[in-house]
Every structure is written in C-alpha cells, then in structure tokens.
C-alpha cells in the first residue's frame, strides 16, 4: 500500500524499531543482557529495518524507542536510555552513521497523575533520573549536542511518540487537571524547538490500563475537560500543534548547562562502567 509506484497512498517514511527498548527484557524479549551486549543486538535490528526501508525510497528515518526512564531504570532488567543513546551514538561512529531518530515517551512521572509539574524526579541537567512533560528541555539540549547529530552536521528527529496525561476519573476536576496538564506539555513543548512532533496516546479510554484515560468518554463523547486547551489541532490532518502565547515560564538548557556531561574523560568513564559490567 505505501511502496506502490504511483505514491496513491503516500510513502511511510518514519520506522519505530520495536517498543521502548529500554525496558528490553519485557518489549523485545531479549532476555537479560547488559547494557552493551543489548545494544549490539538492537542496532542491527536499526540498521536492517533502515536498509530495507531505503531501498524503495532515500528518506526513511528509523527511531530508538525511550519510555521516561533516563538516567535511572524501571527495574534490574531495564536500561537507562541516557545509556542506551550513548551506546548507539558510540556504535555508530565506530561502524558507521545512519540517519536515526528518537521516539520518547515522556509520560508524567505517575501515570495516574496529569500535573507533571510536581514530578519530583525531572530535574533541569543531564543527571535526571527521568524525562517527563516537566524537563523536556533536557531532552532538547541532548539531541542538539555536536556528538548527537547525524554526520556531526544534522539534527536528529524526535517524535514524542506515545504519551498523553491521564485523567483518575471522569469528575470535574479530574477533566480539568487533564486539561491543564495537556497545556503545560504543549507550551513545553513549543519552548522546544528541537522535539518535532507529538503523536497523542489514549484518545479514547484504555480500560487495560487504568492509568490512561483518553480524551473522550466510553460512549466516544469529547471530554468536557480537553475541549478548553488553547490552540490544539488535530495533528491526524496534518495540522500543526499551536499554544496561544501567554505568561509561562520555560527553562532552556544551553552547552554549560551539560557541561562536563559529554567530556571524553565522562564518556570514558561511562563506558568504562559498561564494559566492566559486561565481564
């Protein structure tokens, strides 16, 4: 349907590899595998899926998949996903670069909770135990540093591919905490200029996951709550996402603000660690 000669359907031309890959042991039923050996496996899933792709067209991008996990981890069989983008940054220049993106998910630090701005473990630098709505900034700053970009010239994509804040119940207040939360990520997410999309999650209410009611109701009626958001388009007509302008704080983060972080005495150290792990 999207390979067909005449392009009636158009041409799909950005591929997720798998599903938040720093949760490896659950999603891609890779086992148990330190950090290095994980990754040398999951970048030839990258590449074969980009080589394929590139076959039939020159512009296809693939995307590491991050849950909101970035320097700390779900639990023992997880990654961080600062670790695992250091890795695939580190393979790709050994072994050549490829043009890939990343697909995040910075979902609230509480799934249950749509006021992302009380999470408690989204700091504004690099050490971060996670990236949420609250510190996308620091995704942004990441993403832009000269180590990151594809043939040290081009910055990557990033999609913030699955993600939404949820709503506890369908009351008043709940809908309206919803809201406000949807309007903090959008006005981060326009202070961003590196992020490129957002694709929303849980439009509908997901009854498999209690923590992720959508935008309408079980009888598919719009959220009295989600209507009020200032400028939400619908990106699923090729529309752009738009905040009206008002007084709201944002942080960006500059080269000081990482500095340290990507020294090649730090990236030393850091891969020294994974190496020693990997023993």
Not at 23 to 36: D, Y
Not at 79 to 90: H, I, K, N, R, T
Not at 124 to 136: A, C, R, S, V, W
């Amino acid at each position: 349907r999207y390979s067909r000669p005449d392009k009636k359907y158009g041409r799909v031309h950005h591929w997720i590899a798998h599903n938040e890959v720093d949760a490896g042991w659950v999603w891609t039923n890779a086992g148990i595998k330190t950090p290095l050996r994980f990754m040398d496996i999951y970048i030839k899933s990258m590449r074969l899926l980009y080589y394929t792709a590139r076959k039939y067209s020159p512009h296809p991008e693939v995307f590491i998949t991050l849950t909101h996990y970035w320097q700390s981890r779900h639990n023992e069989y997880c990654y961080p996903s600062a670790q695992l983008l250091e890795l695939l940054v580190d393979y790709t220049q050994a072994e050549g670069d490829f043009k890939w993106g990343v697909a995040h998910h910075p979902y609230p630090q509480s799934l249950f909770e749509p006021k992302s701005w009380l999470d408690d473990q989204a700091t504004f630098d690099y050490d971060t135990p996670q990236i949420t709505f609250k510190n996308l900034e620091v995704l942004d700053a990441w993403i832009k540093q000269p180590r990151a970009l594809y043939q040290g010239k081009i910055k990557r994509t990033v999609f913030l591919s699955e993600q939404n804040p949820n709503s506890k119940d369908y009351s008043e207040e709940a809908l309206r905490e919803q809201a406000a939360g949807m309007a903090y990520a959008m006005k981060k997410l326009e202070a961003c200029d590196g992020i490129d999309a957002y694709q929303m999650h849980g439009w509908r209410p997901a009854d498999r996951r209690a923590a992720l009611h959508g935008r309408r109701d079980r009888s598919g009626r719009t959220q009295a709550g989600m209507v009020r958001i200032s400028g939400f388009r619908d990106g699923s007509r090729g529309r752009s996402i738009r905040v009206r302008q008002g007084h709201y704080r944002h942080r960006r983060l500059g080269s000081g603000d990482l500095q340290g972080a990507y020294s090649d005495e730090a990236r030393t150290e850091r891969l020294n660690r994974t190496f020693d792990r990997d023993e």
